[in-house]
């Protein structure tokens, strides 16, 4: 086996890498960029090289100088995790060519694989079902639409070079054909610098179902299950399980089957992924009418592979450095089985009630849940960060992937709800309760799946309120007299603010913002041996829906409460980030903001007619022009950061002032775009 690995990737996938290579015996060298220097991956590693300044091209794709940086340490073979130089077939050859083993499929495979169009004409001939659709070379404009009117619509153009859901426009009729398709060609070659596209029948409902197979260098190729990814967000995983729920058992041989032959096509070595388009004709109800279309081949270890592991027993890094020694496959296909259920779930520093906004900053708090690695029964936690880390702009916005095993689907649901409830994350916006609602909503617990699940589902998805104003406030109260009772000096009366001797039957006024509504809190004192009574209600005096009751609160450990309050009980976390207090409790997470009045006076609210960047990141395009009248809620300009595309709207009508920047123009958070002025 080999003594030493260079690492090739950072986060949380070269932490998993490193563990596993440790496990084996095997050191392991990290790369790193500035903005990684003290990174939790760095640390995983035996030793670590600095490749270059923060920015990708500055470094984790600088591949001359992660070769350097693997001869200069001895490393006998290079992971190249997934994204970055992992399905770069100039990258692969620049590894054998330097004496270098790639932990990878052969360059040609790569090659064969790495557009779309391409490897579907390939898997054409390999006799893999493909989705009806025009894949050729002639790109000529008044063809492709000749051929998506003789698809018959909506169709589906897809840029050959394409990945992450970027480069795919959906056309509902023909005489949007022609402004999609230059829209698309254009976002293809910013994107990936090609804009070969192809043509697909748009399928309705779908399921995205995937196969992992496995190939060694004696020519075996087996397929280890399936993986269901349809519960997508702008054509990207969320939650991700295995097996896919309804599978018929001679589907999935099918479907293995079928994935097999396309890496057997391309000549496959190692860990790769066949991605496939499920058509439901039989509905929900009736899985076995399912009919399955190629859609793509990723040549690398997918995200989503934890899953595959945690139902089969499997460590599939272990299989690819065995591999890439080369050594026979570890287990022949009759000897792999599918063991319970497994589902994990891609935790992200984004918004979801705000289009899933990506969001950077400091994880103040960083709290998992009681996490071993590869036992089943408990999640799994993987993740390439600790605790005061910060997620940048630099990167995707990717936290940790939180993975649970059950012996049936019900239980590894209900573990993935409870896993997720402990994981505190407090510091920026991230999806943890966004995702315990799609866990919970009817459709994903009955398995109702298409990659419209989310949008299907929005009502009960988006602008949640899982806590509630009363309990959040009396969470907020208790927690703040929990404050100062252990600020307060034992014997020393001027230091105690508990009220008990002090403030007997006395009210004591809190006030709260809760979302955006200002709200009050009245806390009677309890003397000896009487609880204490608190009244909440919204509104400036806090009489709209007021409830009173007692309020009754036990320190737990771990920095929790038991809190009770007006009929209701829960245990409750709260984290004061200055005046903003986030209270995690099994049913949810919320955020309540304590206001001291004498802070605020005279800060006026709002501050109308500007718009600021979000986030640091690219102006791609601005789609008002100074003296356009808009209304609030317009599109105004579409930003990139973080890998993804979000539009910036009007918060409010007006007429546009002045355009502050150009497409193309890089901006800091908090820029200035444009100015708004009064309609
Ligand atoms: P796909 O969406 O192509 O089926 P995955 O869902 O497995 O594939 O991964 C999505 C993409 O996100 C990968 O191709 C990779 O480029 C990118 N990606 C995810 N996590 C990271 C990371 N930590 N570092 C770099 N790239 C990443
Ligand atoms: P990427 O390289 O970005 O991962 P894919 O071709 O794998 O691109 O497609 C990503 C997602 O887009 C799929 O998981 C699916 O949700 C959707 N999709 C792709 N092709 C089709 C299609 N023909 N009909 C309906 N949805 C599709
Ligand atoms: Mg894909």
Redo the contacts with the bound molecule.
């Keep these: 086996m080999f003594d030493k690995i260079l690492i090739a990737n950072r986060g949380e996938i070269a932490c998993r890498v490193a563990a596993t290579a440790r496990r084996m015996g095997i050191k392991t060298v990290a790369v790193y960029s500035d903005a990684d220097a003290q990174a939790k991956h760095v640390a995983a590693c035996d030793e670590a090289v600095h490749i270059g300044a923060s920015a990708p091209k500055d470094s984790y794709l600088r591949w001359e100088r992660i070769l350097d940086a693997a001869k200069a340490t001895g490393a006998q073979a290079i992971h190249p995790g997934y994204g970055f130089l992992s399905e770069n077939e100039d990258f692969a050859r620049a590894c054998f060519d330097a004496g270098l083993v790639f932990i990878g499929p052969p360059a040609s495979a790569i090659a064969a694989m790495g557009l779309?169009a391409e490897s579907k004409r390939l898997m054409h001939k390999a006799g893999v079902p493909l989705?009806p659709?025009y894949q050729g070379e002639d790109q000529d404009p008044q063809l492709l639409h000749r051929e998506a009117d003789g698809i018959g619509y909506?169709?589906?153009i897809?840029a050959s070079a394409?990945?992450?859901?970027?480069?795919?426009r959906?056309v509902e009729k023909s005489e949007d054909f022609a402004a999609a398709l230059e829209s698309c060609k254009r976002e293809a070659i910013n994107s990936f610098g090609n804009d070969a596209v192809l043509v697909?029948?748009?399928?309705?409902r779908?399921r995205?179902i995937e196969i992992q197979v496995f190939g060694d260098t004696q020519g075996n190729v087996v397929y280890l299950f399936e993986r269901d990814?349809?519960v997508?967000r702008r054509?990207?995983?969320v939650l991700e399980e295995a097996p896919a729920p309804g599978m018929p058992p001679a589907l999935r041989q099918q479907m293995g089957e079928a994935a097999v032959a396309a890496a057997k096509a391309v000549g496959y070595v190692g860990a790769g992924t066949v991605?496939f388009?499920v058509e439901q004709p039989g509905g929900y109800e009736q899985p076995e009418a399912m009919k399955f279309?190629f859609?793509?081949m990723?040549t690398r270890l997918q995200v989503e592979h934890p899953v595959t592991e945690a139902i089969t027993g499997e460590d599939l890094v272990e299989w690819q450095l065995r591999v890439a020694f080369g050594e026979p496959l570890p287990k022949r296909q009759d000897e792999l089985k599918i063991i319970g259920h497994a589902i994990e779930a891609r935790i992200c520093a984004e918004n979801p009630d705000n289009q899933f906004l990506p969001a950077t900053g400091t994880l103040r708090v960083y709290a998992k849940p009681g996490c071993t690695a590869f036992e089943r029964g408990t999640p799994r936690m993987d993740d390439g960060v600790r605790q005061g880390d910060a997620i940048s702009p630099f990167y995707d916005s990717m936290i940790a992937k939180l993975i649970v095993h059950g012996d049936t689907r019900e239980q590894a649901l209900a573990r993935l709800d409870d896993a997720l409830a402990q994981t505190h994350i407090v510091g920026l916006a991230t999806n943890v309760q966004f995702l315990r609602h799609v866990v919970r909503s009817d459709a994903f617990q009955r398995a109702r799946l298409d990659?419209a699940l989310i949008q299907r589902e929005a009502a009960a998805l988006f602008d949640q309120e899982p806590v509630g104003l009363p309990l959040a406030a009396a969470a907020a109260v208790a927690a703040q007299l929990v404050r100062e009772q252990a600020d307060q000096q034992p014997g020393d009366p001027f230091s105690q603010r508990d009220g008990w001797q002090m403030l007997a039957s006395q009210r004591r006024r809190f006030a709260f913002d809760f979302h955006g509504q200002p709200a009050v809190a009245w806390l009677t004192y309890g003397q000896r041996g009487v609880a204490h009574r608190l009244v909440v209600g919204a509104g400036q005096d806090g009489t709209e829906g007021a409830q009173e009751g007692e309020l009754a609160f036990t320190p737990l450990q771990g920095g929790a409460l038991e809190v009770q309050f007006a009929g209701q009980r829960t245990r409750a976390n709260v984290y004061a980030q200055g005046e903003v207090l986030e209270v995690f409790t099994p049913r949810g997470a919320t955020r309540i903001t304590t206001v001291d009045p004498l802070a605020h006076a005279g800060v006026v609210a709002g501050e109308g007619g500007r718009l600021t960047a979000p986030m640091p990141g690219k102006v791609v395009s601005f789609a008002v022009q100074a003296g356009d009248k808009v209304t609030k809620g317009q599109a105004l300009a579409v930003m990139e950061a973080m890998k993804m595309e979000h539009t910036i709207a009007a918060p409010a009508d007006g007429v546009v002032a002045e355009l502050l920047y150009a497409p193309g123009d890089q901006v800091a958070e908090g820029a200035e775009l444009l100015t708004l002025a009064a309609a």
């Design positions: 779309k989705v659709g909506p169709v589906l897809k394409g990945g992450g859901g970027k480069g795919m959906l697909e029948k748009y399928v309705l779908p995205h990814c349809s997508q054509h990207q995983k991605e388009i279309y859609m793509e990723n990659t």
